[in-house]
């Protein structure tokens, strides 16, 4: 059912992008999960960006809509063993994050309102991934990492539905025209199938062993220099639960005028 709704979404959104104005959005996201992935992630906090258009009566608008979100972090200060047998103390950086890509469908309430109230439904899918880094400390702007590694992913199907508010600026500023710029204020309900993920960040959970949902440990092999000996060295959790999550988003909308 999720399949067919995601590709009624994907396919309204196409037909309709030659019908009226182009409207681009983006802004702050805060996640916060529910169900059983909230005994595994605290929140998480991205950036969305969105592409649609609104149709002629104003009342509609249809598009895509992308949110990446980190929701764990890690970094810690080891050996690195380069390929010419050197060394030297590097930040080992571990990020855990999601993205969603979904076809995005929004019905205004009202109309030429200062406030306009909306509800609107997302279907498409996302993506995990936890990714390793390493930097240089000197490296002040970590512009260029020593080593990057794609450590876990998974992904899932995943709808949303909710709602939001829509102010518009030109209130605010006087030489906008009517709908150029607007901000808007929104919460949508996440839900996708069963995925399975990383958190280097995890709660901690003093009373369970193992943990809740926990599917195994996630270790990475690092070389004593000095005795040469391989260890393991624990990098994460790997968690599986069905995907629910809540995020509330702050965006500002542009819009060319009509």
Not at 38 to 62: C, F
Not at 182 to 211: E, I, K, R, W
Request: net charge neutral; with cysteine.
């Amino acid at each position: 059912m999720k399949t067919y709704l995601t590709f009624l979404l994907i396919g309204v959104s196409v037909a309709m992008f030659g019908q009226s104005r182009m409207e681009w959005s983006a802004g702050y996201t805060f996640a916060s999960p529910s169900g059983k992935m909230q005994q595994n992630i605290r929140q998480g906090h991205g950036v969305t960006l969105g592409l649609h258009r609104v149709l002629p009566e104003k009342r509609m608008s249809v598009g895509l809509d992308m949110n990446f979100t980190i929701y764990g972090s890690d970094e810690t200060r080891q050996l690195y063993t380069f390929d010419d047998g050197t060394t030297a103390n590097m930040d080992v950086r571990v990020t855990n994050s999601f993205m969603n890509l979904m076809a995005s469908v929004r019905y205004n309430l009202t109309t030429g309102k200062k406030v306009t109230p909306y509800v609107g439904l997302r279907s498409g899918y996302s993506w995990f991934r936890t990714n390793l880094s390493i930097y240089d400390p000197n490296d002040w702007d970590d512009c260029a990492p020593v080593e990057t590694a794609l450590l876990h992913k998974d992904g899932t199907l995943a709808y949303a539905a909710g709602g939001g508010i829509q102010y518009d600026l030109s209130h605010i500023f006087k030489r906008l025209s009517t709908g150029v710029l607007n901000l808007n204020v929104s919460a949508f309900y996440t839900q996708g199938g069963m995925v399975n993920y990383m958190n280097t960040d995890a709660p901690a959970h003093h009373q369970t062993t193992p943990p809740p949902n926990h599917v195994s440990d996630f270790t990475a092999d690092f070389i004593n220099t000095q005795t040469q000996v391989v260890h393991k060295h624990h990098i994460g959790n790997v968690y599986s639960s069905l995907f629910k999550m809540t995020d509330f988003r702050i965006t500002i909308t542009s819009r060319l005028p009509y």
